[in-house]
Nanobody, 122 residues
């Protein structure tokens, strides 16, 4: 089970930190990712981190502003979001898939959280 937290309403230029907590001891053996979805749009890839945390990937739209990290001892993943823009407004989802994965599409991820709303005002 994945549970996101940390969303909210902020002004453009502000920062937010999203967290994803996982139950069970298998967290270490899953590639983790963040996706987001805005009304009327498809769910899109934001960032991905490998099982050990040594490899990360970002969507071009967030590169340099967002940082994904994980703490396997605590079974948690975070997304530090800086310099937020109104275009970042969306529901953000935590996702997991077993093993190491280089996928960037939602269909490749097996487990999902319920989502947390991020709203950035201009």
């Amino acid at each position: 089970q994945l549970v996101e937290s940390g969303g909210g309403l902020v002004q453009a230029g502000a920062s937010l930190r999203l967290s994803c907590g996982a139950s069970g001891r298998a967290f270490t053996y899953h590639t983790m990712a963040w996706f987001r979805q805005s009304p009327g749009k498809e769910r899109e890839f934001v960032a991905r981190i490998s099982m050990g945390g040594g490899s990360t990937a970002y969507a071009d739209s967030v590169k340099g502003r967002f940082t994904i990290s994980r703490d396997n001892a605590q079974s948690t993943m975070t997304l530090q979001m800086n310099n937020l823009e109104p275009e970042d407004t969306a529901v953000y989802y935590c996702a997991a898939t077993p093993g190491n994965s280089w996928a960037l599409v939602p269909e490749a991820f097996d487990y999902w959280g319920q989502g947390t709303q991020v709203t950035v005002s201009s």
